[in-house]
């Protein structure tokens, strides 16, 4: 998946598939070359919490954000380099609390994927009072 067609086209495939998701749209698209693109895709799942997802391709490397958010974010995994201080940067994870902490992703989509759908699953699956 090095293209902005394939690496797309999986990933609304996979939130297509997913049955908390009722709607998905590609919100950004944009190619530089071949070998360097840009998308944002947003998935509507239970009312009112949306997962966006950021990828920036180039030469091989990927540039990710997964953001879980409602009126304000929730949780998010991405791998900026602004959190250099954990073992597992730049991969790190924002929680619920709003710190910055070591995340299981390694910028493989594949891989990461099923991470972070279990971890939004987990999230949705408490109870109201307690998601914010």
């Known amino acids: 998946m090095n293209t902005l067609a394939s690496l797309l086209g999986w990933v609304v495939s996979q939130l297509q598939a997913w049955t908390y998701v009722t709607k998905v ?72 609390q709003s710190e910055i902490v070591e995340s299981p992703l390694n910028g493989d989509p594949v891989r990461d994927g099923p991470i972070v759908r279990e971890a939004v699953e987990h999230f949705l699956s408490k109870p109201l009072s307690s998601n914010p």
Do not use: C, M
């Not at 590609?26 to 944002?40: A, G, M, N």
């Not at 966006?52 to 949780?75: E, K, M, V």
């Not at 602004?82 to 994870?93: E, I, K, Q, S, V």
């Open 25 to 96: 749209q590609t919100l950004e698209t944009e190619s530089f070359d071949e070998h360097q693109f840009h998308f944002k895709v947003r998935a509507q799942l239970t009312p009112p919490f949306i997962l966006q997802i950021r990828f920036y391709y180039n030469q091989g490397y990927l540039d990710y954000a997964y953001q879980l958010f409602n009126d304000g974010p929730l949780l998010r995994w991405d791998n900026k380099e602004d959190a250099t201080d954990l073992p597992t940067a730049p991969h790190h994870f924002h929680n619920e």
